[in-house]
């Protein structure tokens, strides 16, 4: 167990719809990182939020979005929902808000299925 | 860029031999470099890291080496058994994000 908790664990939705994917980081993290894996890829980095701020985005589309919360945890937003938009999406925190020397942890993901 | 390459994006090795996987990054500022272990339908685990003051790292039969001249950094797996077989990816700090290469799919064959 990481400490990185996700939910929901899977979701089903349709095509035009909107849902939201929460995090909450480890104890005492204050960066929260988003990732998309769709099957049999990588892991494309989303965005990330440190201590409520974002502070670097990565390939999210404007239909997406995030905030982090003064308790730390974070949503994501889908919405307006696609096919393609299926995929493994990941919440990742660690301590710091910089990647040098600061390991991540990931939660077990949220599975996006749009039908 | 931004890209982190990895390569090879599918390695199948005999049980008991040993794996090598290599990545590049371009940011010559980066000064950490994970590596991540995913199992189906899990999430990506660290196995092993490296910073940038070092040339080598080993953890019992993982071992990680670092060229910062050249910018590029390998994953070794001695002795591989059947739950090795997984995705493995590398990573690299890359202008403020911590970018992934396209990850390993390795295979230990019995």
């Known amino acids: 167990d990481s400490g990185v908790t996700q939910t929901p664990k899977h979701l089903i939705t349709a095509t035009g719809q909107r849902v939201t994917l929460r995090c909450s980081p480890r104890?005492?993290?204050?960066?929260v990182y988003w990732y998309q894996q769709s099957l049999d890829q990588g892991l494309q980095f989303l965005i990330q939020y440190y201590n409520g701020e974002e502070r670097a985005k990565g390939n999210i589309l404007e239909r997406f979005s995030a905030q982090q919360f003064p308790d730390l945890h974070s949503e994501l937003n889908l919405s307006s929902l696609e096919l393609g938009d299926s995929a493994l999406y990941f919440c990742?925190?660690?301590?710091?808000?910089?990647?040098?020397?600061?390991?991540?942890?990931f939660g077990e993901g949220s599975w996006l299925t749009v039908v | 860029g931004e890209n982190v390459e990895q390569h090879p994006s599918t390695l199948s090795v005999q049980e008991g031999d040993s794996a090598v996987i290599k990545c590049t990054y371009s940011d010559s500022a980066s000064n950490y470099f994970p590596w991540y272990k995913q199992e189906l339908g899990k999430r990506p685990q660290l196995i092993i890291d490296?910073?940038?003051?070092?040339g080598e790292k080993k953890d019992q039969r993982i071992a990680v080496t670092l060229n910062k001249t050249a910018k590029h950094f390998s994953l070794h797996i001695t002795e591989t058994q059947p739950e090795d077989s997984a995705v493995y990816f590398c990573a690299a700090p890359s202008w403020g994000k911590l970018q992934f290469g396209a990850g390993t799919q390795v295979v230990v064959t019995p």
């Open positions: 490296i910073r940038s003051n070092v």
């Open positions: 104890s005492g993290d204050l960066s």
């Open positions: 990742a925190s660690s301590a710091e808000g910089h990647h040098s020397g600061n390991t991540i942890y």
